[in-house]
T-cell receptor, first 119, second 113 residues
Framework: AQKITQTQPGMFVQEKEAVTLDCTYD???????LFWYKQPSSGEMIFLIYQGSYDEQNATEGRYSLNFQKARKSANLVISASQLGDSAMYFC????????????????FGTGTQLKVEL | NAGVTQTPKFRILKIGQSMTLQCTQDMNHNYMYWYRQDPGMGLKLIYY???????DKGEVPNGYNVSRSTTEDFPLRLELAAPSQTSVYFC????????????FGQGTRLTVV
């Protein structure tokens, strides 16, 4: 079974609107972390936001927020006030705890969502 | 700030050739990683290292080798290149603490023909 599932291959949003990118995960560990990365057409991987499994509040970083629903095992990324520069591929990733992975802080990635922001 | 530097950025290899992808980081991170990204897919872990002299296999290690003689450098070796190794390769590094993000290099686009 996939550990990280991103069910939206592509999304469109109007400029200045908010958009939610879905991410569900599967783990047996109690201690894990969830990350979102942005990959523009130039190819680099840009870190956006992090949520720890024990964090009580949803993470926010500027226009990015993470809607963390632990019981549902979902960690959706919300981008508010979309801009043309937000057009990119977005990846959700998970880091499981040492008990599961043996250490090393390794990331498991989803297949990504291609976001296109339109005028 | 250089961060994570990968060389080369692009390379075309013939089937059966060998090459080394270079990766160096200047953040004094203990953990380093090699991922590959196939078209339209997420990243998959090839190898990782938790410190100088220590390496371990990731999800897709076949056809690759690594070494970690220093904290800064983590080269990835391809022996006997195959078309299935056509991919974009990313090197990354992170601190030891689990809640910190991984920093990625710019990637190496490799084509095996």
């Amino acid at each position: 079974a996939q550990k990280i599932t991103q069910t939206q291959p592509g999304m469109f949003v109007q400029e200045k609107e908010a958009v939610t990118l879905d991410c569900t995960y599967d783990t047996s560990d109690q201690s894990y972390g969830l990350f979102w990365y942005k990959q523009p057409s130039s190819g680099e991987m840009i870190f956006l936001i992090y949520q720890g499994s024990y964090d009580e509040q949803n993470a926010t970083e500027g226009r990015y927020s993470l809607n963390f629903q632990k019981a549902r095992k979902s960690a959706n990324l919300v981008i508010s006030a979309s801009q043309l520069g937000d057009s990119a591929m977005y990846f959700c990733a998970m880091r499981e705890g040492r008990r599961v992975t043996g250490g090393g802080n390794k990331l498991t990635f989803g297949t990504g969502t291609q976001l296109k922001v339109e005028l | 700030n250089a961060g994570v530097t990968q060389t080369p950025k692009f390379r075309i290899l013939k089937i059966g050739q060998s090459m080394t992808l270079q990766c160096t980081q200047d953040m004094n991170h203990n953990y380093m990683y090699w991922y590959r990204q196939d078209p339209g897919m997420g990243l998959k872990l090839i190898y990782y290292s938790v410190g100088a002299g220590i390496t371990d296999k990731g999800e897709v290690p076949n056809g690759y080798n690594v070494s970690r003689s220093t904290t800064e450098d983590f080269p990835l070796r391809l022996e006997l290149a195959a078309p299935s190794q056509t991919s974009v390769y990313f090197c990354a590094s992170s601190r030891t603490r689990e809640n910190t993000e991984a920093f990625f290099g710019q990637g190496t686009r490799l084509t095996v023909v």
